[in-house]
């Protein structure tokens, strides 16, 4: 099957995102405005608002446009006859997202703008953190479905297993560290993690 290429309102849209998330990183939010992001995107401002109506909404979807690009869909997340395999496949993802340069800098510019821009954090959480815990949520809740795992509030375990996932890969790179020993191992201690995470979650009658 062929593949059609992209209309030229695609391509703007395209740059115009691409060009907000090299800004928001550099820069931050609150200092990066509207016209750097035409600029950088080569085209006008009424394009840049004719494709995303505020620079929050920009934002948001600049977060969804990362998170789309490590592959988060519910497609990821299908298989509910092997779970340890889907769940580990869903992990490596995960933690590429989170240990990508983007996604660091925009933590780390949410953390720093917490106090005056507030309003920043809870967009990064809706279209990021919150979008992959419903995810997961709605994973678990299939498989809960076939009777032999309890989730129990769902939502909670997804967001167990999401924190248990982060590792101390995660907490040396928000802080700067060297994590090249730790990323080594990732990959036994994501298959541990989920292992115990499925194990733990097991039917009375299923873990006997």
């Known amino acids: 099957m062929s593949v059609k290429p992209k209309t030229q309102s695609a391509v703007k849209h395209q740059n115009i995102l691409s060009s907000a998330i090299e800004l928001f990183c550099e820069q931050g939010f609150a200092t990066t405005s509207m016209d750097e992001i035409a600029r950088l995107a080569q085209v006008s401002k009424q394009t840049v608002y004719s494709h995303f109506g505020s620079k929050n909404d920009l934002f948001v979807a600049a977060i969804e446009s990362r998170v789309a690009t490590y592959m ?6 299908q298989d509910i006859d092997n779970p340890q395999q889907a769940l580990v496949t869903f992990a ?3 933690l590429q997202l989170l240990n990508s340069d983007e996604a660091i800098a925009v933590h780390r510019t949410c953390i720093a703008q917490a106090e ?7 967009m990064y959480y ?3 953190p919150a979008r992959i815990i419903d995810m997961v949520a709605g994973y678990l809740q299939r498989l809960q479905i076939q009777g032999e795992y309890q989730f129990s509030p769902l939502r909670e375990a997804s967001v167990r297993l999401l924190t248990a996932l982060k590792g101390e890969v995660q907490m040396r790179m928000e802080l700067n560290l060297p994590a090249s020993a730790q990323m080594q191992r990732q990959g036994k201690y994501l298959e541990r993690t ?3 995470f499925l194990q733990g979650h097991k039917c009375p009658c299923e873990a006997e």
């Open 126 to 128: 809706q279209a990021g």
């Open 116 to 122: 005056t821009h507030p309003e920043l954090a809870d």
């Open 72 to 77: 988060f869909s519910e497609t990821l997340l």
């Open 92 to 94: 490596e993802h995960f």
């Open 194 to 196: 989920v292992a115990a």
